[in-house]
């Protein structure tokens, strides 16, 4: 973009821009490289939970936080998305898994509140979707989780390595997602 405004082909860029679902090194890749820096970075990232750890990407949120650069938690429920980018699609998700389930009853609140109320308090934005207006209603009306319920939920999610509900290696043909190799190289 930074291009295009240099050579007239665009009158302007945001003076903050965003990135979507880029890792620790593409981030530092663009921060090596852009004059203007990103305010946000929107990734899939969902709590770890025992026997399943999902994405909570706690590197990842604590390296933005670092660079003053805001997390937007895309698919903070989990979810199943197209076959094309899911590799887990006979996974459960965070909202049936029992230990959130149980966290929810003590509140007397939703699988999907304590979800989003986790993410919340960890600093992160969230976009659920959702076309169901009570749903709607539901995940506005966030709440408070006890230090130990939070505590509970990163400790739980250590047992057991990552599970991606939106990864899309196989329909691309690289992982936009691996740490050690910058690709696609441009």
């Known amino acids: ?89 006979d996974r459960p998700g965070p909202l049936t898994d029992p230990e959130i389930i149980s966290i929810a009853s003590s509140y007397n609140k939703s699988a999907a509140q304590v979800l989003l109320s986790w993410a919340v308090q960890r600093g992160t934005s969230v976009v659920p979707k959702t076309v169901q207006a009570a749903r709607m209603v539901e995940n506005i009306n966030l709440f408070t989780l006890r230090e130990e319920d939070i505590e509970k939920i990163n400790r739980t999610g250590e047992e057991k390595g990552t599970v991606r509900f939106l990864d899309p290696r196989n329909h691309i043909g690289f992982d936009i997602f691996d740490e050690e190799s910058d690709e696609p190289v441009m």
């Open 1 to 89: 973009m930074e291009k295009l405004v240099d050579t007239g082909k665009a009158r302007l860029i945001a003076l903050e821009t965003g990135l979507s679902n880029f890792n620790i090194l593409k981030t530092k890749h663009v921060l090596e490289t852009a004059r203007v820096r990103p305010a946000v970075n929107q990734v899939e990232l969902h709590p770890g939970i025992r026997r399943a750890r999902y994405l909570p990407q706690p590197e990842l949120l604590a390296f933005c936080a670092r660079e003053g650069i805001h997390v937007t938690a895309h698919q903070p429920l989990g979810g199943r998305p197209v076959a094309a980018v899911n590799l887990n699609a």
